[in-house]
């Protein structure tokens, strides 16, 4: 009898340890707000599913602790503002939502960090643009600002391709864009560098065959092209047909990372040089181990955005860990904060925020063959 009375204690027991982890275990929703459709839907498309791929495995590793899930949830800003804010307007109002992470692109994301900052909740936009940071401790980037990455450009410009003078062409309507090029002006001007041309283009044109036929006038040693990667590629062709030499560089910056450019550029691009944030196939270890596994898993290769995408929530993953147990939007945006090397497959390896700017290195590429392959 008394043997009986044990069992039966210990499987009360054992039922209560188990309710009670059953209580304990939550799931922490993030959504997912990026541009889906529209003109920017070439970063947010890959870029959400590196980031649903990064849930996926941490969760099959029980990265949170008492047995947490990342819960996702996608949503589509469509590349436009008024959506954006919309969308977080309404995540924010339900208490079960944690974190944003979006939206993509600069338009989208600086009216939108003013409603998140309203409305308390934490939000990593895509973009580099820096005011993003200045609504609010609420708002945060997740691209490296151009203070970081224009001195690694510029520095990289004057040592290898030697120029004289170049122009430069960058998106008018696009403050991230034209942060971009003022900075690595600034910068490379203070060098010596003497700029022949700096022209403004809209995110939506198509014909610049005025201005292709002005810088080709202009006979710079260098272009540099501060847009993405299919208004890049048009520009290519149209400044090849315009006459641009050969012995004229084309040069860029991480934007021009993707696919797209090659698949619309062609023979116009072959020789263009830019930095980056990935490295295809990986640079490292852990980014040669993303690669594989994500081939394997979507049939696709990973380009810089899918790698961005699933680097930025392996960064926010680990603020949701460092705000457990109970995990609040407060919480996670503090820890956030005070992210420190966090393991990623961008740059050299190693994500931090210092003074809630992203610092995670570059890499820098070539087009070759119609590939992207390291570029001297």
């Known amino acids: 009898m008394l043997k009986t009375k044990t069992l039966g204690q210990l499987a009360f027991v054992t039922g209560v340890a188990l309710a009670s982890q059953a209580l304990i275990a939550a799931d922490r929703k993030i959504v997912i707000l990026q541009a889906l459709t529209g003109g920017a839907a070439f970063v947010g498309v890959p870029a959400s599913e590196g980031m649903r791929f990064a849930a996926e495995e941490l969760n099959a590793r029980n990265f949170l602790p008492d047995g947490d899930k990342i819960v996702v949830e996608v949503a589509d800003s469509a ?141 710079p040693d260098c272009v540099m092209l501060f847009t993405l990667g299919p208004s890049g590629a048009n520009l290519a062709i149209q400044l090849k047909q315009a006459g641009l030499p050969p012995s004229t560089r084309l040069i860029g910056q991480t934007g021009l990372s993707s696919p797209q450019l090659v698949q619309i550029g062609g023979a116009a691009v072959e020789g263009l040089v830019f930095n980056s944030d990935w490295t295809p196939g990986g640079n490292t270890p852990a980014a040669r181990a993303f690669a594989a596994a994500y081939k394997a898993k979507t049939g696709k290769d990973a380009d810089n955005w899918a790698a961005l995408g699933y680097s930025y929530m392996q960064v926010v993953a680990h603020a949701v860990r460092a705000a457990s147990p109970n995990p609040t939007r407060e919480k996670i945006r503090d820890a956030l904060t005070r992210t420190k090397d966090v393991p990623v497959v961008v740059g050299t390896g190693r994500y931090s925020y210092e003074n809630r700017i992203p610092v995670y290195g570059s890499v820098f590429l070539q087009v070759k063959d119609g590939k992207f392959v390291p570029a001297p």
Do not use: H
């Open 79 to 219: 590349s436009a503002r008024p959506q954006a804010m919309a969308a977080i307007t309404r995540y924010a109002a339900d208490p079960n939502v944690l974190f944003i992470l979006g939206p993509t692109t600069a338009p989208e994301a600086i009216p939108s960090a003013g409603v998140a900052n309203d409305a308390k909740i934490g939000m990593k936009a895509m973009s580099n643009a820096v005011a993003v940071i200045n609504a609010g401790p609420w708002s945060f980037i997740s691209a490296q600002p151009p203070s970081i990455t224009m001195p690694q450009l510029g520095d990289y410009v004057l040592e290898k391709v030697k120029p004289r003078t170049c122009a430069t062409i960058r998106f008018s309507d696009n403050e991230a864009y034209v942060d971009l090029e003022r900075l690595f002006v600034e910068y490379t001007e203070k060098k010596g560098l003497r700029f022949v041309d700096r022209s403004g283009v809209k995110q939506a044109d198509t014909d610049f065959s005025a201005i292709a036929t002005r810088i080709v006038a202009a006979k």
